[in-house]
């Protein structure tokens, strides 16, 4: 299994690294099988699994099952699980004990949290206390009704000023990587040479030093908009449509089941049967 050590040599060797959400026991197994560095559980689960509109009604509990089940599909990969909306905004000592159940009861390796100045004593105090920080800036989800909707963030100087300067304070504050959502292309890689911890993004660009997706985007299974920055490698979803419709035709038309998928009794026991 990588290690926070070991994202940080890939950067310094310039080795991309590769990260994938993964919500459950199977896209997790394939994931680890196919080489994946690192696994996101995503709060994106609650859109693309749960079928909510945003990121914002998933819980804790959520984000302990989907955990609980990644960890069993890929007990040899580092994961890295979402702390959910509203879970480090009130006292440390509330963040705490939500980072802590995500490490000792679902088996994360670290957390990751949305934002900048706002969150920055939250990282330095999870850090101090052990547990390793992704932080996320750009668009975060998390803030959509703040944000008003999903776009590009800091296309301006001041804006990606700012962002450049979290970036720095989230890297001071001891996260071990930092995740960067829909931002032009050119303050990635400002902000990829300034730091020294692994940036990693999404919808931002090829020069960061890694790159994230969501699994269903990447495999294209359920996701009705798939944005801009997303390459769609598979259409499982017609592959799965297509099986289920042939197999509604199957059992109306009595194709199925076949006599390779049905069992006997033995003609003794038959006969028996009607005395
Ligand atoms: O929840 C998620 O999938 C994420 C990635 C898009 C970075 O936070
Ligand atoms: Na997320």
Do not use: W
């Amino acid at each position: 299994m990588k290690t926070t050590a070991d994202f940080k040599k890939m950067k310094e060797s310039r080795e991309t690294i590769a990260m994938l959400t993964a919500y459950d026991y199977p896209s997790a197994k394939i994931s680890e099988g196919a080489g994946i560095d690192l696994i996101l559980v995503g709060d994106s689960v609650g859109m693309v699994a749960l079928g909510y509109d945003s990121t914002v009604p998933v819980t804790m509990d959520d984000m302990v099952i989907h955990t609980k089940a990644v960890k069993r599909g890929a007990p040899n990969t580092f994961i890295v699980t979402d702390l959910p909306f509203l879970t480090y905004h009130s006292s440390f000592n509330e963040t705490l004990s939500h980072a802590g159940r995500l490490l000792q009861e679902a088996g994360a390796h670290a957390v990751k949290l949305e934002g900048g100045a706002d969150v920055i004593m939250h990282i330095q105090k999870l850090t101090a206390a052990g547990i390793p920080v992704m932080g996320h800036l750009g668009l975060t989800p998390q803030s959509v009704g703040v944000l008003g909707g999903y776009k590009v963030q800091a296309r301006e100087s001041e804006s990606a000023n700012l962002l450049l300067k979290e970036a720095k304070a989230i890297e001071l504050a001891g996260a071990f990587s930092l995740v960067l959502e829909c931002v032009p292309q050119q303050l990635t890689e400002i902000v990829s040479k300034e730091l020294s911890i692994p940036v990693i993004g999404i919808g931002a660009g090829g020069s960061a030093d890694g790159q994230v997706l969501v699994y269903h985007d990447v495999i294209g299974y359920g996701s009705e908009h798939v944005p801009k920055f997303v390459k769609q490698y598979a259409n499982i979803g017609e592959t799965i449509n297509e099986a289920i419709q042939t197999y509604v035709a199957d059992v109306k038309g009595q194709q199925f089941p076949e006599q390779k998928h049905s069992f006997n009794m033995k003609e003794e026991q038959l006969a028996g049967m009607y005395g």
